[in-house]
């Protein structure tokens, strides 16, 4: 059975960095497409930024130059690097696959505020 524990959320006023980490067990993450989404109040949850199997990256426009996704083959992990943090990135995260393949049962998230 396969989980998903995202951790790294928190409190950071404008401006700040956190940093995601989504461990995955009860699979081998670096042979899906996987991807960190987010879900802020009252929205659907969207999807911001994917890391292939092949190891190459996309990002959502607004997202872009400010997030950076990678993967730990060895530690099975998957990270989002979160810089230049606003108030609109203000949701809870979570990880699974992206793209075609099936997701997983989603974990319970990690929830980012960006407040002053």
């Known amino acids: 059975q396969v989980q998903l524990v995202e951790s790294g959320g928190g409190l950071v006023q404008p401006g700040g960095s956190l940093r995601l980490s989504c461990i995955v067990s009860g699979t081998i993450v670096f042979i899906y497409t996987m991807g960190w989404y987010r879900q802020a109040p009252g929205k659907e949850r969207e999807l911001v930024a994917t890391f292939t199997n092949v190891g190459s990256t996309t990002y959502v426009d607004f997202v872009k130059g400010r997030f950076t996704i990678s993967r730990d083959n060895a530690k099975n992990t998957v990270f989002l690097q979160m810089n230049n943090l606003k108030p609109e990135d203000t949701a809870v995260y979570y990880c699974?696959?992206?793209?075609?393949?099936?997701?997983?049962?989603w974990g319970q998230g990690t929830r980012v505020t960006v407040s002053s």
């Open positions: 699974n696959t992206a793209g075609t393949n099936a997701r997983f049962r």
